[in-house]
């Protein structure tokens, strides 16, 4: 809970979109950075928790960071396991 806090200090930055299971799940991140990438993304798209961590998983983050074609990562990966 106090990391929660010190991550979310201000109440008007928490989406009413996202879950308690998603910000449990955000907030395993360090980065505050990839944090906030996957926490628009989630609002951006509507992921459940089990997309969230699918896309974590699969390091969505750092592929579109790396890539050249960061349009064509976010296609795919809109897409699901196929």
């Known amino acids: 809970m106090r990391l929660f806090y010190l991550k ?6 928490l989406s009413h979109q996202l879950s308690w299971s998603h910000y449990f799940e955000l907030l395993k991140l360090e ?10 993304q989630c609002i951006k798209d509507s992921w459940s928790i089990r997309e969230l961590k ?3 998983n699969s390091a ?3 592929r579109i960071a790396l890539s050249k074609n960061r349009e064509e990562i976010l ?3 809109s897409k699901g396991q196929e």
């Not at 979310?8 to 930055?13: C, R």
């Not at 980065?31 to 628009?40: C, G, M, Q, V």
């Open 8 to 13: 979310y200090q201000k109440s008007e930055t």
């Open 75 to 77: 296609k795919i990966s």
């Open 54 to 56: 699918r896309q974590k």
């Open 60 to 62: 969505l983050f750092e």
């Open 31 to 40: 980065n505050d950075l990839e944090r906030s990438f996957y926490e628009k």
